[in-house]
T-cell receptor, first 107, second 113 residues
């Protein structure tokens, strides 16, 4: 099956800092999905990307669909404590998710 | 409001017992999925079903069984054959093709005592 690699595995940042994470696939994707999981809860969809080169924002979150269609990026600006959680990427057709980026925000 | 419901939230099981985790959705989604999550780990696919009365093994199906008798329901049975069943279990559903994304339940935490 497809390999999905997310990096970094974890991040420890200060409140107010910007965050960048990315996901790469061994195959071309037609759609990229980004999710956030709060502790003890199910993941929630943050952003969906449908076109190579697409840049989509949702509040302080911005995600991009890479031109090669094998990668995607998620940025969080001006982080706040409630951004803590695990961020997952996924390509819908494969039913698999990346291993996640664990974000810790220090007040 | 439409959604996907998992129950119970917490479940304790004695070694050697089978236990069934419930997953119900009222989103009229075609496909349903079960994932397992271990502490500090990602999501691993156990089983999935794209239509009623049909389901397929995922990456870690051994020791688990499922059924899909109704579109709304996809229960997961953790059998005594599963060697290390303590984990967080997540159910998800999607429309066919999944391009609008997966909707997840809030999970069931299973602990073997």
């Amino acid at each position: 099956g497809q390999q999905l690699n997310q990096s970094p595995q974890s991040m420890f940042i200060q409140e107010g800092e910007d965050v960048s994470m990315n996901c790469t696939s061994s195959s071309i994707f037609n759609t990229w999905l980004w999710y956030k999981q709060d502790p003890g809860e199910g993941p929630v969809l943050l952003i969906a990307l449908y076109k190579a080169g697409e840049l989509t924002s949702n509040g302080r979150l911005t995600a991009q669909f890479g031109i090669t269609r094998k990668d995607s990026f998620l940025n969080i600006s001006a982080s706040i404590p409630s951004d803590v959680g695990i961020y997952f990427c996924a390509g819908p057709s494969d039913m698999r998710f990346g291993a996640g980026t664990r974000l810790t925000v220090k007040p | 409001d439409g959604g996907i419901t998992q129950s119970p939230k917490y479940l304790f099981r004695k070694e050697g017992q089978n236990v069934t985790l419930s997953c119900e959705q009222n989103l009229n989604h075609d496909a349903m999925y079960w994932y397992r999550q271990d502490p500090g780990q990602g999501l691993r696919l156990i089983y999935y079903s794209q239509i009623v009365n049909d389901f397929q093994k995922g990456d870690i199906a051994e020791g688990y069984s499922v059924s899909r008798e109704k579109k709304e329901s996809f229960p997961l049975t953790v059998t005594s054959a599963q060697k290390n069943p303590t984990a967080f279990y997540l159910c998800a559903s999607t429309l066919q093709g999944a391009i609008s994304g997966y909707t997840f339940g809030s999970g069931t935490r299973l602990t073997v005592v």
